[in-house]
């Protein structure tokens, strides 16, 4: 890992990091930038994690002069006293890191100085936290989405202009291929390390009683939508044609 380490930046404080330049480095596969958009006069900080540094950085920037900025701590800040109040800084850099040690990396410096993130930092389970009324409206958002016919059509123009786009249809497809799903394009998760992670929580999951209730009540309430059962069909008879087609090339 190159970069400076969380200890560097000292206790809830930002003075002593160095900014390395941005052009120094290349985006080589499997190579993570945490990063911080930081307000010079608060030290107020927004942390993320990315494998594109250079295109994140003027993504933030549109967004912001936009106003559009997902993070309302830190397009606040923008609007009161603008782009030169900012800088950008790369925290740390791993080469060859998996997208769990960069989690955890991002996890670290969010703990940190994150002060502007509104998703906090649970290190002791190495996750993300969502706070209570943030959570409350993704969840009302999700309860909504794909309800009626215009969202599931948008939705569904959405998939296949993503399959029309060759570089887009390349990683879906590979990790498709894999046998172990994707999302929006992500990796498959295969290396055991993420496996033992994700059989963990989901043993934590379902040792929790209400959640497990919940969850048995949710599978139940699927199941009995004919409609939920042929989406599920479908779903698995294409998930089984990949594999068929992975194992026969």
């Given amino acids: 890992m190159r970069g400076v380490s969380p200890s560097a930046a000292g206790e809830g ?83 060859d890191a998996t997208p769990i040690l960069a989690k955890r990396s991002e996890l670290e410096w969010i703990a940190r100085i994150g002060s502007y993130n509104e998703v906090k930092a649970d290190l002791l389970n190495q996750r993300f936290v969502l706070p209570t009324e943030l959570r409350l409206m993704l969840a009302e958002q999700n309860r909504h989405r794909g309800k009626t016919a215009e969202q599931r059509e948008n939705m569904r123009q959405h998939t296949k202009r993503r399959w029309a786009d060759p570089e887009l249809r390349k990683p879906m497809a590979e990790a498709l291929a894999k046998g172990n799903g994707f999302y929006k394009g992500m990796p498959s998760i295969r290396s055991p390390e993420q496996i033992a992670v994700s059989v963990e929580r989901m043993k934590e999951t379902w040792a929790d009683p209400k959640r497990n209730t919940k969850l048995k009540a949710r599978q139940e309430a699927r199941w009995k939508d004919p409609e939920a059962r042929k989406r599920q069909a479908e779903k698995m008879r294409a998930y089984h044609a990949a594999r068929r087609a992975s194992l026969e090339c």
């Fill in 13 to 95: 404080t930002l003075r002593g990091i160095d900014r390395p330049a941005i052009g120094s480095y290349t985006n080589w596969m499997n190579t993570y930038y945490v990063y911080a958009v930081i307000h010079r006069q608060s030290e107020g900080a927004y942390v993320g994690c990315t494998q594109r540094i250079e295109a994140r950085w003027v993504e933030h920037k549109r967004q912001l002069t936009l106003g559009l900025h997902r993070n309302h701590n830190l397009q606040a800040a923008w609007n009161q006293d603008g782009e030169s109040a900012f800088a950008f800084i790369i925290l740390a850099v791993l080469v």
